[in-house]
C-alpha cells in the first residue's frame, strides 16, 4: 500500500508520516518511508542520526525512464530499496528525493519524476507500506508525483487556511483518481476544533479518518530532535497516530 502524506504548511505531515510509518513497520510489515520534501525532515523525525543522513544518496534521476504511459524505474525496485534505503528504527528503510544543491539550479522536476517511478514500481509489491511524506505544495499533485498513491491522507490543522488547503488538495487528487482520500484533523486543543474540522468535512464531502490531539509532547520531540514515538509513547498524538494505522490496515486495494 502507497499512502501520501499531504497538508499546508507545518500542519503536522512529517510527524505523522514518521510515526505512522514506525508503528505499522512494529506489526511486522515492511514500510518504506520517502521523503518527497525538498527541504527533507523525515529522518530526523524517524530518529535517523545526521551521521547516518549526511553519507546519504538520494535517489537518483539517473534511475528513471520516461515511457509512454509514465514513468518508471531502471533499476528494480527491490535493488533501490537494498542500495539506497537508510535503515532507521523498528525496521522502516529511508528513501530520500533529491533536493537542490545549489542555488539557481533550476527546477526539481527530475527528482520528482523519481518518486513518481518509485510509487509506479512499488505497485507489483503489495506486501510493502510506502509513506511518503509530501511538501506542503499542491505541486506533487498537479505534477501527478503521487499519482499512484492508494491513500492520500490530507493534514489539516483546525483553522480555515489548512482546511481551504486541503480542499483544494481533494479536488486535484480526484483529479488523479486516488482511490482513498481521507482527513487527518491534527492539533485539536478543544472538541470545539474537532467539530470545526468535521463539520468541514461534511460541507465538502470528505472523510475524516483520525483525530489527533495537540499535545505540548510533540512540540518538546520537535525541539530536541528527536522521535515523538521514542519520547512520548503514551501521548494521546501517538495513540490517536496508532488508531490511524489501524484503519489504514483495513483498507482494501483494488488490484
Ligand atoms: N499533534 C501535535 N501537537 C503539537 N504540535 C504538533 C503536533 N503535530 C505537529 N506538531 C508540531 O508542528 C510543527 C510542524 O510539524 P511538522 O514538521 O510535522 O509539519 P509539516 O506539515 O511536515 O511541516 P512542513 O510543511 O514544513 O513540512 C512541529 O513543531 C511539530 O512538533
Ligand atoms: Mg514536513
Not at 491513500?151 to 486516488?178: G, K, Q
Request: aromatic share 2%.
Amino acid at each position: 500500500m502507497r499512502i501520501a502524506v499531504a497538508g499546508k504548511g507545518g500542519a503536522g505531515k512529517t510527524t505523522i508520516a514518521a510515526t505512522l510509518a514506525r508503528l505499522t513497520a512494529r506489526t511486522g510489515v515492511q514500510v518504506v518511508a520517502i521523503d518527497a520534501d525538498s527541504n527533507p525532515n523525515l529522518g530526523p523525525a524517524l530518529g535517523i542520526g545526521a551521521a547516518q543522513l549526511a553519507g546519504n544518496t538520494h535517489l537518483p534521476v539517473s534511475l528513471v525512464s520516461r515511457r509512454l504511459d509514465g514513468a518508471a524505474l531502471t533499476t528494480p525496485v527491490d535493488d533501490v530499496l537494498r542500495s539506497l534505503g537508510l535503515p532507521g528504527p523498528d525496521g522502516v528503510r529511508l528513501l530520500c528525493m533529491g533536493a537542490p544543491g545549489h542555488a539557481g539550479e533550476g527546477c526539481l522536476c527530475s527528482a520528482h519524476a523519481t518518486v513518481s517511478a518509485l510509487l509506479a514500481d512499488l505497485d507489483a509489491h503489495r506486501d510493502i507500506v510506502a509513506v511518503v511524506d509530501m511538501e506542503a505544495s499542491p505541486e506533487q499533485l498537479s505534477r501527478g508525483t503521487v499519482r499512484h498513491a492508494d491513500v492520500l491522507l490530507l493534514v489539516s490543522e483546525p483553522y480555515f487556511r489548512s482546511l481551504e488547503t486541503i480542499r483544494r488538495l481533494a479536488a486535484l487528487a480526484a483529479e488523479l483518481s486516488i482511490p482513498h482520500v481521507a482527513v487527518v484533523a491534527n492539533k485539536l486543543r478543544s472538541a470545539d476544533d474537532a467539530a470545526a474540522i468535521g463539520a468541514f468535512c461534511e460541507r465538502h464531502g470528505l472523510s475524516c479518518w483520525s483525530e489527533v490531539p495537540f499535545n505540548d509532547e510533540v512540540v518538546k520531540a520537535d525541539l530536541a530532535a528527536v522521535p515523538l514515538l521514542d519520547v512520548a509513547p503514551e501521548s494521546g498524538a501517538v495513540s490517536a497516530i496508532a488508531a490511524l494505522a489501524t484503519r489504514l490496515g483495513e483498507v482494501e486495494l483494488t488490484l
